[in-house]
């Protein structure tokens, strides 16, 4: 029997398979047993009722999937009333994504999510690409990424605080030291990466606003050597997520140092993704004689 359990932080999660934030939701009940995942990831909700980016919102490419959603929601009153009592069927550890325009907006939302039974984690989307006028500022640079963490931190002392970083940054390494010190458990790489694609008959961009974050396996490498990067630049936990879509990929991104994983654009492709690779992982030890999973994590790091 291989143990798969991994720890982020205060939090033990049954294994180190789970959702990436926004590619999800609790109808996929209907298609698999969710409980069987390491942990369940929301969509980032916001403070307040959002309409979203003008529509195309989704231009699938030869390569990949770009996206502009633009965060659309009902906001945190009617997350709190109406999802949670939906998301609390589950047994499985629930991460709730949090996206707010301001520090002050962050830590509020923050506390009140602390308040709420059934909420596991927070994962501050700190980095959605695709919000012009705030979100993506955030993870740009060290300092606004650790003022939000710090805020985040003071106002839900107690709560495990995980925080997803931007790849459309020059030094991913110094913003995951940021927050680090500013008291995040575990930081999460990476979100999506801006890309761009034309439609040549209009000569317009095929997405409503323009750019989008792009994901699929052609990000992978760089999803990988970003969680390389920052595995090698902190302590606290990584939680890797980008182009994984087999138990093989999984394994990369644990050997890269992460110590978990999430799965975003496979889950379009095939909805029991997720399940494979959770059995893939576990086959891997399996063969390898590894009995803990949690052995791999940094396997293929360079040796201090
Ligand atoms: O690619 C993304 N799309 N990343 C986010 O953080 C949010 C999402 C959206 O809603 O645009």
């Avoid at 999802?83 to 301001?102: D, H, I, N, Q």
């Avoid at 931007?166 to 890309?195: F, H, K």
Wanted: aromatic share 4%; net charge neutral.
């Amino acid at each position: 029997m291989v143990d798969l359990a991994t720890r982020i932080g205060t939090l033990t999660l049954a294994n180190p398979v789970m959702p990436a934030s926004g590619t999800f939701g609790p109808e996929l009940a209907q298609v698999f047993d969710l409980d069987r995942l390491g942990a369940l990831v929301t969509k980032s909700v916001t403070p307040e009722f959002r309409a979203g980016n003008p529509l195309p919102r989704l231009c699938e490419t030869e390569a990949g999937v770009l996206n502009s959603i633009g965060i659309p929601g009902k906001g945190l009153d009617h997350f709190i009333a109406q999802a949670m009592p939906e998301w609390r069927r589950f047994r499985a550890p629930l991460v709730v994504s949090l996206s707010a325009p301001t520090v002050a907006s962050f830590a509020d939302c923050a506390a009140r999510l602390a308040a709420t039974p059934g909420v596991a984690a927070i994962e501050a989307n700190i980095s959605c690409p695709n919000l012009e006028e705030d979100g993506r500022a955030f993870a740009m640079h060290p300092e606004p990424a650790a003022a939000a963490t710090a805020a985040m931190r003071r106002a839900a002392p107690g709560m495990p605080l995980w925080v997803k970083l931007s790849p459309n940054t020059g030094d991913i390494a110094a913003v995951a030291r940021a927050v680090e010190e500013a008291g995040a458990d575990a930081v999460v790489v990476a979100n999506t990466i801006l890309g761009l694609a034309i439609d040549v008959e209009t000569a317009r961009p095929k997405l409503g606003s323009g750019m989008g974050g792009f994901s699929g396996p052609a990000f992978k490498p760089v999803a990988l050597r970003l969680v390389w990067q920052c595995a090698q630049a902190v302590r606290i936990p990584v939680i890797g997520v980008g182009g994984i879509a087999t138990g093989e990929d999984a394994v990369e991104f644990l050997m890269a140092g992460a110590s978990a994983v999430q799965v975003g654009t496979a889950s379009f492709v095939s909805p029991t993704a997720m399940l494979s690779v959770i059995e893939a992982l576990e086959k891997f030890c399996a063969r390898k004689g590894i009995a803990r999973v949690a052995e791999l994590t940094g396997a293929a790091l360079p040796r201090a």
